[in-house]
């Protein structure tokens, strides 16, 4: 029995992910196909123009919209915000700041000083225990 090296392939969607682009916004031959792992390190490496152009001006996936904005993709879902957005729609976002992006902010914020403050707790307990 011989076994053959096939190249690994991921679906679109999973490679969209990756890359952190709207799949729908992607041309259709990407959309179509699959993609290899080589094919998705070449995009990173040396994106072509409709990558560059969608990671500039969007539409971006809810979790690119959240990181732009300081929130949760949790916290974009209580903003009534579910489809994907526009660089420049996140842009007006920003200097609106409407009062549940506000919210969502400091939410966020206190998230993060919660987190760093578990974390420098458990690394003072393992200094203790050495």
């Known amino acids: 029995m011989t076994s053959h090296q096939s190249a ?9 992910k990756k890359l952190g682009v709207y799949l729908e916004a ?10 290899s792992r080589t ?4 995009l990173q490496t040396d994106p072509p123009e409709w990558l560059t152009e969608l990671r500039r001006n969007g539409p971006h996936p809810r979790p690119v ?3 732009k ?17 526009t660089t420049e729609q996140i842009d007006a976002l920003k200097r609106d700041e409407p009062e549940w992006l506000r919210k969502e902010r400091a939410t966020q914020a206190e998230v993060r000083k ?3 403050r578990i974390k420098a707790r458990e ?8």
């Open 114 to 116: 919660e987190t760093a």
């Open 69 to 85: 904005l300081g929130i949760s993709i949790s916290g974009l879902a209580r903003g009534g915000v579910t489809e994907p957005l």
């Open 123 to 130: 690394a003072e307990r393992a200094g203790q225990d050495h």
């Open 39 to 42: 094919e998705l390190n070449a």
């Open 8 to 16: 690994q392939t991921m679906k679109p969607a999973t490679a969209a």
């Open 65 to 67: 919209v959240a990181a």
């Open 26 to 35: 992607t041309p259709a031959e990407f959309r179509e196909g699959m993609v």
